[in-house]
């Protein structure tokens, strides 16, 4: 489980991505070593991201 504070962060992140951009977030995966708990010296995070774009003018 990701802890309370953390995982609250991680949304307000997102929404600020959302509003920022102008899209919705459906789906947002972390992937890479970190992910799976496999820290590595050359370890990289990454995030994908499935998103719609919002109608404007409405």
């Known amino acids: 489980m990701i802890p309370e504070e953390i995982r609250v962060e991680i949304m307000r992140r997102l929404a600020a ?5 102008g899209v919705r977030i459906l789906m947002a995966i972390e992937s890479g070593s ?3 708990d ?3 010296r050359t370890t990289t ?4 991201l499935s ?3 919002r109608k404007t003018g409405i």
């Open 17 to 21: 991505v959302e509003k920022k951009e």
């Open 38 to 40: 496999l820290p590595r």
């Open 45 to 48: 995070s990454m995030c994908v």
């Open 34 to 36: 970190r992910a799976r």
């Open 51 to 53: 998103t719609r774009a």
